[in-house]
């Protein structure tokens, strides 16, 4: 044996590395169809445990939006059922985990937590901060995982790899199954105005600084913009809260309609954000079974953004 290994060098290395490949294969394979058997077992005991964006054999996610300065929220769903009649009919009692590198803390909304018969649904979330200074290209890797102890154990798990990309304006979706309302939160990051219309000693083009800006009279702030967002959407699916202090403080332009059922909906407005600031619009979802979590769960958003910025 020694010697044929002498003779054939590179044909035994290479019989090696591939009886090593079929051996790592055929585990990680097991456990794989181990963990999809387990969780059949436990549904044939009415035990449902599921969520969005956690699995049994894990899921990845890769989120290239994080300016790397500010702290990015991570928000995680969980649930108890398969369907409006297949539910989880006890207590479910179950512990979060999340591990990161030490370039970022980790902060976890709650540590543990008790889903019952009646929510239907939970969420916790992390929030991901610096430590140090990041630069465009730069990668996180942040792991979470959650188990349940009651009445049931059950493993579940995400991935998210979080890249830094320096954009002077950003957009995310938070949403969850079960959930009857998401967020959309804008970012901007430009930290100044241009004039919009002339006034004073300003000309159209201008840049305002952002202590210029607030010694301005409300009037004139309003010859000046940092950034100009329009949002487009189908009001069969989602409807905004048309309390919102944004919606409230739309542009005349840009602004439409739909008739459905002989009344009418928004489907597309325009606003202002100011500069260096973060914002949030409330919509009410007409499916809550559906999860419109962008850029995380979807690769499109439900919700179709544009802007014009500052110069």
Not at 10 to 22: G, Q, R, T
Not at 128 to 144: I, K, R
Not at 265 to 275: D, G, L, Q
Request: aromatic letters at 14%; charged letters at 15%; proline letters at 2%.
């Amino acid at each position: 044996m020694m010697k044929f290994i002498r003779e054939h060098r590179i044909a035994s290395m290479i019989i090696l590395v591939l009886l090593l490949v079929f051996f790592l294969a055929t585990v990680v394979f097991g456990r794989y169809i181990k963990n999809i058997v387990n969780e059949f077992i436990l549904e044939t005991k009415a035990f449902y445990f599921n969520s969005s964006i956690l699995a049994v054999n894990g899921k990845n996610f890769s989120i290239t939006n994080w300016d790397g300065v500010n702290s990015y929220p991570l928000t995680i769903d969980l649930n108890n059922r398969k369907s409006d009649t297949r539910y989880t009919t006890t207590d479910i009692d179950y512990d979060i985990y999340v591990s990161c590198p030490s370039t970022v803390t980790c902060t976890l909304s709650d540590t543990e937590g008790v889903l019952h018969p009646e929510d239907t649904s939970d969420t916790y979330t992390i929030t991901v901060t610096p430590l140090q200074n990041f630069y465009e290209g730069d990668t996180v890797v942040v792991n979470t995982w959650v188990v349940s102890s009651s009445p049931y154990a059950k493993t579940m798990s995400a991935t998210y790899t979080i890249g830094v990309e320096k954009s002077d304006f950003s957009y995310e979706i938070v949403d969850s199954v079960n959930s009857k309302y998401l967020l959309i939160n804008f970012t901007n990051a430009i930290s100044y105005y241009e004039v919009e219309q002339a006034f004073g000693n300003y000309s159209q083009g201008d840049q305002v600084s952002l202590d210029d800006y607030s010694n301005l009279s409300d009037t004139d702030k309003a010859k000046c913009f940092s950034a100009i967002v329009t949002v487009q959407y189908d009001p069969t699916i989602l409807f905004v809260d048309m309390t919102d202090k944004l919606f409230l403080s739309r542009l005349n332009t840009n602004y439409e309609e739909q008739t459905i059922g002989g009344f009418q909906y928004v489907k597309k407005f325009s606003f202002k954000v100011n500069a260096s600031s973060s914002n949030s619009i409330l919509f009410y979802k007409n499916d809550v079974t559906q999860n419109y979590t962008y850029p995380i769960v979807n690769n499109s958003s439900i919700i179709t953004v544009s802007v014009i910025s500052a110069n």
